[in-house]
C-alpha cells in the first residue's frame, strides 16, 4: 500500500517533494510518480503512471494534481482493472471538464488534451470513481471560466482558501486535510 502523487502538467517531481515529504512524515509509503515537466499525450502519460501503480500490491491512496487527474480517470477508463487497486483519490486543482487557458499552449500535446471541446471530457466524466474520492479546488479556479470545470459532480469539493491552481499543493491547510482523509480510513464525515 502506498501513495501515488500524480503530477500536473509543467510539474516536475521536485515539485512535488515537500507534500511528499509530508506524507512520509505522516506514515505511509510515499511515490511520486516522474512524468519530467508531463507535456506528453494523455495516452503516453497514462502508460508511465499505468507502469508505477502495477509494482505495487494491495490498495493505494492516489493525490492527482491537475492533469495528473485527467491522465488518471483516463486509466480508470481504460483499465478497468485497476479499481481494484485503488483505495481513495484525492484530486487537487483538476479541470474535470477541460480548461480553455490550455489553448495558450495548444502546441504541446498534454495541453491539446484539456481543451473543454475535446470529446473524452465527456466519456471520463462517467468513468468510476471509489466512494472515497475528495476534490480540492483552489480559491484562484473558482474565478476561471468555466467555473464548473473545477467542481466534481457527486463527489465532495473543498475549496482551499487562499491558494491559486499551483500553490495549493503547498499550502499547510491543503496538506493538512489530505493527510487527515487518507488516514481517517476515506471517512468523509472528517470534513
Not at 13 to 18: M, Q, S, V
Not at 35 to 48: E, F, I, V, W, Y
Not at 72 to 93: A, D, G, M
Request: with cysteine; proline share 5%.
Amino acid at each position: 500500500m502506498a501513495v501515488f502523487i500524480i503530477p500536473g502538467l509543467f510539474k516536475k517531481k521536485d515539485f512535488y517533494e515537500p507534500l511528499g515529504s509530508e506524507l512520509t512524515k505522516a506514515g505511509f509509503d510515499t511515490q511520486i510518480v516522474d512524468l519530467g515537466l508531463n507535456t506528453q499525450s494523455l495516452k503516453d502519460s497514462a502508460k508511465k503512471v499505468l507502469e508505477h501503480l502495477k509494482k505495487t500490491s494491495g490498495q493505494d491512496d492516489i493525490i492527482a494534481h491537475s492533469f495528473g487527474g485527467i491522465v488518471l480517470k483516463y486509466i480508470i477508463q481504460q483499465c478497468p482493472e485497476i479499481k481494484e487497486q485503488i483505495r481513495s483519490i484525492s484530486f487537487v486543482s483538476v479541470p474535470h471538464g477541460g480548461s480553455w487557458q490550455a489553448i495558450f499552449i495548444s502546441f504541446l500535446p498534454a495541453p491539446r488534451e484539456l481543451l473543454p471541446f475535446r470529446k473524452h471530457f465527456k466519456e471520463l466524466s462517467k468513468v468510476w470513481l471509489p466512494e472515497a474520492t475528495v476534490n480540492f479546488i483552489s480559491q484562484e479556479e473558482l474565478k476561471v471560466w468555466p467555473r464548473k470545470s473545477a467542481l466534481l459532480k457527486d463527489r465532495i469539493d473543498i475549496v482551499i482558501p487562499g491558494t491559486d491552481h499551483d500553490n495549493i499543493i503547498r499550502n499547510e491547510n491543503f496538506i493538512k486535510k489530505v493527510i487527515e482523509f487518507i488516514k481517517s480510513g476515506h471517512d468523509r464525515v472528517f470534513i
